[in-house]
């Protein structure tokens, strides 16, 4: 059962040390009650004590490292149902789906399209994460092909489908050190199959459609001493998917069924339509999501959703302040200022490169605010104009001493002059007029004026 802050807070020794690196016991309580700290880091703890708080505050779904290295993605380690109640914290991974049936090129095709694919966006880099090989062909033989031609490319995460233990061992013997995640263990195979992910230290999908045997297999595994588990509740439709996952969620994060505190498998092509299928895993708590080879305008769509679902709806994307260069700009060009919320600065960029005109755009840190919003809320000031200036290197660029603010920071123009010693030019409120005004006020001007 879920111990609550203060629950714990009466455990703990109460010296507020700071020895655990929390300045007092009480936000160390609030931090295991989170699953967000340790208990064996406070050095006053009996091993009676630490015992009780790690049962009780060890996270309510497990974290799984799908693959190794550069490409590894955790899935996993949720702990809300609402993405409003906090965030949600990793990402599902996506892989497609090749069959052991396909010619070598083809598949050899699909994996070099994982590993090449980006897809950037809003300061991030989209990307498909691996290759699920599946053994159609029902033969180890050509299951082990298979899995090395996979592997004369891949290094990402790889699901290796067969419910036969042999064909697994044949692929498993093409992966060297790498830890494919084995697909699946059910109420059938599993003690061929869970030898087989603890000898290779693989994560296991476990397999069964009702979440009762879903929980026992689970345990069976946990009792074969295999460590990294992922729950496939095998839907047939889409319906089924939503109410099973968001069953084991439920139980999960209240831990009202410990033994269903994993990611959830997804195998999208299964469910008809698939795109629906894909969508509903990315919004209702798959940690691994298997598709077909996604044509490219799919594949955007996909990448996008989950990029947006998986965002702190806190926090705003924040660009990482600077001062960027648009085209090639020179010692004459326009410079112009502007607040780092992602979608204030793609916007702004977009009409600048659209303009053709070369410049240089400071971007100042108001924490991920919006020009509106940061002026209203004092985050966007003459100060830290100034600071951002100087911190940039801003007088070192251009030789004149002009710089334009966002329509919305008109009130600040003047106290900008003021601190800043340049001349302040207000331009336009909505950045799609800034062409327009660059035209007008600075090529038609033939700035920098005199
Ligand atoms: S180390 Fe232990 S006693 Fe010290 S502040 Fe942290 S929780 Fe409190």
Known sequence: MALKALDIYKMLPKKNCKECGYPTCLTFAMKLAAGKADADTCPYLDDATKQILRGATRPPIQLVKLGVGER?????????????????????????????????????????????????????????????????????????????????????????????????????????NYRPVIHAATLDNHEAVAPLAKRFGCPLVVRARDLGDLARLAKACTDLRVRDLILDPAPATLGEFLIRSTAIRKRAIDRSEPELGHPVYLDATACVPEEAAIVTGILKYAGVIVTSVLPPGTARMVLTLRQNIYTDPQKPIQMTPGLYR?????????????????????????????????????????????????????????????????????????????????????????????????????????????????????????????
């Open 72 to 176: 590894s993605v955790p899935v996993g380690d949720e702990i809300v149902l609402f993405r409003h109640e906090k965030t949600f914290y990793h990402p599902p991974g996506i892989l497609f789906s090749v069959s052991d049936l396909w010619e070598k090129e083809r598949i050899v095709a699909a994996a070099e399209r994982v590993m090449a694919e980006v897809f950037p966006r809003v300061g991030e880099n989209l990307r498909f994460n691996g290759v699920a090989i599946r053994n159609e062909s029902r033969n180890p033989e050509a299951f082990g092909k298979a899995v090395a031609a996979v592997e004369e490319v891949a290094e990402f995460p790889e699901v290796l489908i067969s419910d036969s233990a042999e064909a697994l061992a044949s692929g498993l013997s093409f992966c060297g």
């Open 326 to 450: 648009v085209g090639e700009p020179g010692p004459d060009s326009p410079v112009l200022a502007t607040v780092n919320f992602s979608l204030t600065y793609f916007t702004l960029l977009g009409y600048l490169e659209a303009s053709r005109i070369p410049c240089h755009l400071l971007i100042v840190d108001t924490e991920g605010f919006s020009v509106l919003t940061a002026v209203a809320a004092g985050k966007l000031s003459e100060k830290l104009i100034k600071e951002s200036m100087e911190r940039f290197q801003v007088a070192g660029q251009v030789k004149h001493r002009i710089l334009i603010i966002p329509g919305y920071a008109a009130p600040l123009s003047g106290r900008i002059e003021e601190v800043t010693g340049w001349k302040v030019l207000v331009g336009p409120r909505d950045a799609a007029d800034i062409g327009e005004f660059l035209e007008k006020e600075w090529v038609a001007k033939n700035q920098p004026a005199p």
